[in-house]
């Protein structure tokens, strides 16, 4: 019998489990309406961990990836002792949701009609169940795609 990632912590998960309990995670966003895919970044901006549909590409990820951690630091402010926080950028019917933390970027890809307030619990215990992961795994390291 598997993990139930779903209810595991992320240090109660082996390191041949994390991906699928990464994956797990990210997956679980798209259970709120309006949600398309999740992203995230480490540190240092690399392109970790991704669940977005199949017209996205991992190239347009990496693209993407250094004009999101750009808007991070300019929000964040130069030497900003606490870079936590959340954004809302919103194009047409697009929204491109991040919240930033010590670890990395979340992102996630959602249309005008999502519930903001629940994106932003949903991104919360995301964030809380996916930075140990974060500080176990090298920022170099991928973690297995999900895409559909």
Sequence with gaps: MGIDHSRARADDVGPEDRAGFA???LTALRDLEGIWGSFVLSADG???LWDVPHPITEQ???E????????RDVLAGAGAADAS???VLRFAEHRLCFTSWDHGVVCVLASAAANLAALKMAMTLT???LEPLMLSMS???SLAPTTD
Excluded: E, G, N
């Design 85 to 87: 926080y959340a954004c």
């Design 64 to 71: 993407v990836a250094p004009r999101v951690m750009r808007i």
């Design 46 to 48: 690399a392109l970790v």
């Design 139 to 141: 920022t170099s390291t």
């Design 60 to 62: 347009a990820l990496d």
């Design 127 to 129: 964030l809380r169940r």
């Design 23 to 25: 994956d797990d995670l």
